[in-house]
C-alpha cells in the first residue's frame, strides 16, 4: 500500500467501501466541541479559598462569597520539591516555536557582568540590573539562573515584571514555592509565607521602584533578586540596599562576531563594513545584530534562489526578476546589502519577506499593543490551518521576545510596523481576536490557567476597543469581559480579573447594557471584599444592587445582598441601606441558624424610604453586636434605635392626628344643636323637632326602606345635648306651643324630673334612655319609654327642624354630643 494514499482498512473502516463501515474519527488537536452522544459541558463553576471567605465563582449570576465553613480551611501549603520547581518551570516557559531550530548563540563579553551577579546572590545580597532594551539582559538572566541552581534551599525563581504590580510578584512568588491550589491566602498569611521564602528570584522586566520595591524587599527577607529593568523605571529609593549593575552594548569586534555566529559563515569585506556602521548606529545592541543577521540569511537565500519567497513569502504572485522593493534588483548573482536605516530599523523589511500568515500575524500583534497571540489560536485568527508555524518564522528573524510564558514583540519593532502601515486595520483586528477569545475563554473545556496564560492578549483586545467609535466596538468588550473575568478569578490571576473588570464595565456603560454593567459592579464589589476594601467594596455593591433593582433581576440582587451583609459585617461600620425593588425580599435564614436572633443581637428590619422611583424599600441587615455599657448602644446600633424611635413617633402622630380629626368632625356636627339648644332651652329642655317626612331617623332600616309609622320603624329615641331625648319626627310626641313666650322655664325645674312619655318600639337594639326620676304609670307597657309631658316642656317662638348631620353620624354622634354637653344639668 501506498504510504500517501492509504486505504480505508487503516482508518478503522471494515470494509474497502469509502464512507461506510463502523469507522471512527480521528479527534482534533484542541477539540472544543464534544463528541455526538457526548454530554456538553456545563457552566464553569470554580469554589476556592480566599483567606477567611469561601468564594465560589459563577459566570451566570455573579460570584459569591461567604465566611469559609468550619473544617474547610486548607492547612499550611506544602512546599515544592526541586523535581516540583523543574515541573513548573517547564509548564511556565514560553512555548518552544515550531519549525527548524534557531541558532544558539553564546553570550560574548558578558562574563565580567555574570561573575559579579552570581557573587553578589551568593552572598545574600540583592541587584538591580539595568540595561537599554535589546541589550541581552533576559539571555543574561538565563545564564545567571543556570550558575546560581543550588545556592539557595528553595532553588531559583523566574518571574516576570511585565505589566505585574509588587502584590502581584508576591503572589506569584508563594505559588511558586508553595503547591497550594485553589487557595490564596489574605495579606497577613502571605507575607508570613513569603517571609519564610530562601530562594534567588530572577525578576525579568522589572516595571517599578520606589516604594513598591522597598515593600517587596522587605517582604522577603531571606530572598536575594535579581532585578532587571530599562534605565527609564524609577529608581530605588535613597536609603536602599541594592547593588547597581548597568549593561552596557557590545564592543565593536564582538558585535562582529556575534553576527558571524548567527549567520553561520564568514562575513564578506563589505559585509563587515556595513557591520561596523550598524554598530556605530544601533549603540552595538545584542538585538539589532541578530535582526542584522537574519537580514543576511534572506538576502543569501534570494542570492542561491530567486524564487524562494515566490510560494510563501512576501512576493507572492509576482515575476522571479520583478524588483524586491527598496531599489534591490534581483539579477541572481548579486543583491545588494540593506541600507544603514533599513538596518538600525530592520522590521519592515524583515516582515515584507516573510510569508502571508507571519505577516498577519505581526498585524495582529500591533493590533493588541505588541502582544502575539499563542500559536494554537493563530489557525483561527487568520484563517490557515499552517498558521502556527508563522511563529517559528517572527522568532528566527528576531522580531519576536519572551514575556513569561509568552512571546511579545520585541522592542521597537511595534514602532517600526506601525510606520510601515501594518497598523491601518488595528481595530477590525482587535475585534475579530476580541471575538474569538470571547468565544474561546468561555467554552466550559478551557480551563482557567489556559485563559490565565493568554491573559495579556486579552486585555489589550479589551483596551484596544474601548472607548470605540465604531458601530457594536463597545459590546464585543463587554462580552468579552464578560466570558474572561471568571476564569481570571479562578486562575487566581486577580490583577488581570480587575482589569478586565473595569475596562468592562466602562464599556458596558458606554454599550448602555446596564444588566452587564451591574455584573462588572458587583465582582468589583467582591473582589475589593477579598482585597480587603470593605469602603470599596461597599460601593460598588449598592450600586450592582440598585441597577439589579431597576431591572427586576432578583437573583442578582440577592446575592449582591449577600455580599453586602458580609461586607457590614466584616467592617463594623454602619448598616448599610439598600435600595430595592418591590417584592424583593431577604435571604430565608438556613437551616443552621436559630429561629430566633441571640441575645444581644436585633433582627433585620425593613422600612419603606422615599425614592424617585416608586415601591422601593430600605433593606438593613442583620448585625450582631454587644450592648454597650449602661445600656446604651453606639455605631450601628445607635443608627437602628433611632430609626425605631422616628417610626414610633410617626405612627404616634399618625394615631394622633385621626384622633383629633374625628373629635374636630364630631364637634361641627353637633355644633348648631349646641348653640340652640344653649340660647333658647334649657339644660332640661329638650328641642322640637320638624315633622318633616322627607327626614329618615338616625337608625333607619338597613336595606333602605322607609316607613311613616314610627312604631313600625323601630327608630330609638336619641339622648339630646342636655341628656334629654329627641324623637323623631312623626313620633307622637307633642310639639311646643308656640304662643308661649321663648326662655320660660318649666314648673318642674326646680325638681330635675320630667314626666314620661310613652314611645312605643319594637326594634331590640333601641337606645336606653337617661333614668327619669319620676315613675311611670303602673299601666305602662314594659317596653315602652317615658318622654316628657307637653305641660312641662318650654315652648319656642319658631320650631326648630333637627340637623341632619346628626342624623346622619347615626348614635355614636349623638352619644358623643351627649356625653360631651351632659353634667351638672342632671340631678
Known amino acids: 500500500m501506498d504510504p500517501t494514499h492509504r486505504g480505508p482498512e487503516e482508518y478503522g473502516r471494515d470494509n474497502g467501501g469509502f464512507g461506510e463501515g463502523a469507522g471512527r474519527r480521528r479527534p482534533a488537536r484542541d477539540q472544543l466541541t464534544p463528541e455526538p452522544g457526548q454530554p456538553t459541558p456545563q457552566a464553569r463553576v470554580v469554589r476556592l479559598i480566599a483567606g477567611d471567605y469561601l468564594l465560589t465563582v459563577n459566570p451566570i449570576d455573579g460570584s459569591e462569597v461567604e465566611l469559609c465553613p468550619p473544617g474547610e480551611q486548607p492547612g499550611p501549603p506544602a512546599?515544592?520539591?526541586?523535581?516540583?520547581?523543574?515541573?513548573?518551570?517547564?509548564?511556565?516557559?514560553p512555548p518552544v516555536p515550531p519549525g527548524p531550530p534557531a541558532p544558539q548563540l553564546p553570550l560574548l563579553e558578558r562574563a565580567q557582568e555574570r561573575e559579579r551577579l552570581v557573587r553578589l546572590l551568593s552572598r545574600g545580597r540583592s541587584v538591580r540590573l539595568t540595561g537599554p532594551a535589546g541589550s541581552g539582559r533576559t539571555a543574561l538572566l538565563d545564564a545567571v539562573a543556570a550558575d546560581c541552581a543550588d545556592l539557595a534551599p528553595d532553588g531559583v525563581v523566574r518571574l516576570s515584571g511585565y505589566k505585574r504590580s509588587a502584590t502581584d510578584l508576591l503572589y506569584g512568588l508563594f505559588e511558586a514555592v508553595h503547591d497550594a491550589p485553589l487557595h490564596r491566602?489574605?495579606?497577613?498569611?502571605?507575607?508570613?509565607?513569603?517571609?519564610?521564602?530562601?530562594?534567588?528570584?530572577?525578576?525579568?522586566?522589572?516595571?517599578?521602584?520606589?516604594?513598591?520595591?522597598?515593600?517587596l524587599l522587605d517582604a522577603t527577607p531571606e530572598c536575594a533578586f535579581l532585578f532587571a529593568t530599562v534605565p527609564d523605571v524609577a529608581a530605588p529609593t535613597t536609603d536602599s540596599h541594592l547593588e547597581e549593575v548597568f549593561l552596557a552594548g557590545l564592543g565593536r569586534s564582538t558585535a562582529v562576531d556575534l553576527l558571524e555566529r548567527a549567520v553561520e559563515r564568514p562575513l564578506t569585506d563589505e559585509e563587515a563594513n556595513w557591520a561596523g556602521d550598524l554598530w556605530f548606529e544601533s549603540e552595538g545592541l545584542p538585538l539589532r545584530f541578530v535582526q542584522a543577521a537574519a537580514l543576511l540569511r534572506q538576502r543569501d537565500l534570494l542570492r542561491t534562489d530567486p524564487e524562494a519567497y515566490g510560494?510563501?513569502?512576501?512576493?507572492?504572485?509576482?515575476?522571479?526578476?520583478?524588483?524586491?522593493?527598496?531599489?534591490?534588483?534581483?539579477?541572481?548573482?548579486?543583491i545588494p546589502l540593506p541600507s544603514l536605516g533599513e538596518g538600525a530599523a530592520p522590521a519592515a523589511l524583515l516582515a515584507s519577506r516573510l510569508s502571508g500568515p507571519a505577516r498577519d500575524t505581526l498585524r495582529f500583534a500591533v493590533a493588541l499593543g505588541g502582544e502575539v497571540p499563542h500559536q494554537a489560536h493563530l489557525p483561527a485568527l487568520i484563517g490557515d490551518t499552517h498558521a502556527d508555524a508563522a511563529l517559528g518564522e517572527l522568532a528566527g528573524c528576531g522580531l519576536l521576545s519572551p514575556a513569561g510564558s509568552r512571546y511579545r514583540l520585541a522592542a521597537g519593532v511595534v514602532t517600526q510596523l506601525e510606520a510601515a502601515g501594518y497598523g491601518e486595520d488595528a481595530t477590525e483586528r482587535a475585534r475579530t481576536a476580541a471575538q474569538h477569545y470571547a468565544w474561546w475563554a468561555g467554552h466550559p473545556s478551557v480551563t482557567p490557567e489556559r485563559v490565565t496564560a493568554e491573559g495579556d492578549a486579552v486585555i489589550a483586545a479589551m483596551a484596544q476597543l474601548v472607548p470605540g467609535d465604531g458601530a457594536g466596538q463597545t459590546s464585543v468588550a463587554v462580552l468579552l469581559a464578560r466570558s474572561a473575568t471568571p476564569a481570571f478569578a479562578a486562575g487566581l490571576h486577580w490583577g488581570a480579573w480587575e482589569k478586565a473588570l473595569r475596562i468592562g464595565q466602562e464599556a458596558a456603560r458606554i454599550a448602555g447594557e446596564v444588566a452587564e454593567e451591574a455584573y462588572f459592579h458587583h465582582e468589583l464589589g467582591v473582589l475589593a471584599l477579598l482585597a480587603g476594601n470593605p469602603d470599596r467594596a461597599r460601593a460598588e455593591l449598592e450600586t450592582s444592587i440598585s441597577m439589579r433593582g431597576?431591572?427586576?433581576?432578583?437573583?442578582g440582587a440577592v446575592a449582591g445582598r449577600r455580599a453586602l451583609a458580609l461586607v457590614a459585617d466584616r467592617s463594623g461600620g454602619p448598616l448599610p441601606i439598600v435600595l430595592t425593588p418591590p417584592g424583593d425580599e431577604l435571604p430565608v435564614s438556613r437551616a443552621e441558624e436559630p429561629a430566633t436572633p441571640p441575645a444581644g443581637t436585633r433582627p433585620s428590619m425593613t422600612q419603606t424610604l422615599p425614592r424617585p422611583y416608586e415601591g422601593a424599600t430600605a433593606v438593613i441587615s442583620r448585625q450582631s453586636a454587644p450592648k454597650a455599657a449602661g445600656?446604651?448602644?453606639?455605631?450601628?446600633?445607635?443608627?437602628?434605635?433611632?430609626?425605631?424611635?422616628?417610626?414610633v413617633a410617626t405612627a404616634a402622630g399618625v394615631l394622633l392626628t385621626g384622633v383629633l380629626g374625628t373629635v374636630v368632625g364630631l364637634g361641627l356636627t353637633s355644633g348648631d344643636d349646641d348653640v340652640q339648644g344653649n340660647q333658647d332651652v334649657t339644660t332640661e329642655q329638650s328641642q322640637s323637632q320638624d315633622g318633616g317626612e322627607d327626614e329618615l331617623p338616625a337608625d333607619g332600616p338597613a336595606d333602605g326602606s322607609t316607613s311613616a309609622d314610627p312604631a313600625s320603624s323601630g327608630s330609638p329615641a336619641t339622648p339630646g345635648p342636655s341628656g334629654s331625648e329627641i324623637t323623631p319626627s312623626g313620633s307622637g310626641t307633642p310639639s311646643t306651643d308656640p304662643t308661649e313666650p321663648s326662655g320660660t322655664p318649666s314648673s318642674d325645674t326646680s325638681s330635675g324630673s320630667r314626666p314620661p312619655s310613652h314611645r312605643p318600639t319594637t326594634s331590640p337594639t333601641t337606645t336606653k334612655s337617661p333614668k327619669p326620676t319620676k315613675?311611670?304609670?303602673?299601666?305602662?307597657?314594659?317596653?315602652?319609654?317615658?318622654?316628657?309631658?307637653?305641660?312641662?316642656?318650654a315652648t319656642e317662638p319658631e320650631p326648630s327642624s333637627p340637623d341632619t348631620s346628626d342624623s346622619a353620624s347615626?348614635?355614636?354622634?349623638?352619644?358623643?354630643?351627649?356625653?360631651?354637653?351632659?353634667?351638672?344639668?342632671?340631678?
Do not use: C, M, W
Open 810 to 827: 347615626g348614635p355614636s354622634s349623638s352619644s358623643s354630643s351627649a356625653s360631651a354637653d351632659s353634667g351638672p344639668a342632671i340631678a
Open 185 to 215: 491566602p489574605d495579606r497577613d498569611r502571605l507575607l508570613e509565607r513569603v517571609r519564610s521564602i530562601g530562594a534567588v528570584v530572577l525578576l525579568d522586566d522589572l516595571e517599578f521602584g520606589g516604594a513598591a520595591l522597598e515593600e
Open 550 to 555: 431597576a431591572l427586576a433581576d432578583k437573583s
Open 311 to 334: 510560494e510563501y513569502g512576501g512576493r507572492d504572485g509576482l515575476p522571479a526578476d520583478a524588483p524586491f522593493g527598496h531599489d534591490q534588483a534581483v539579477d541572481g548573482v548579486h
Open 79 to 93: 512546599r515544592r520539591t526541586a523535581t516540583g520547581r523543574a515541573d513548573r518551570e517547564r509548564a511556565t516557559a
Open 775 to 793: 315613675t311611670s304609670s303602673p299601666t305602662a307597657s314594659p317596653t315602652e319609654t317615658e318622654s316628657p309631658s307637653p305641660t312641662d316642656t
Open 631 to 647: 445600656g446604651a448602644r453606639g455605631g450601628r446600633f445607635g443608627l437602628l434605635a433611632g430609626a425605631r424611635r422616628n417610626l
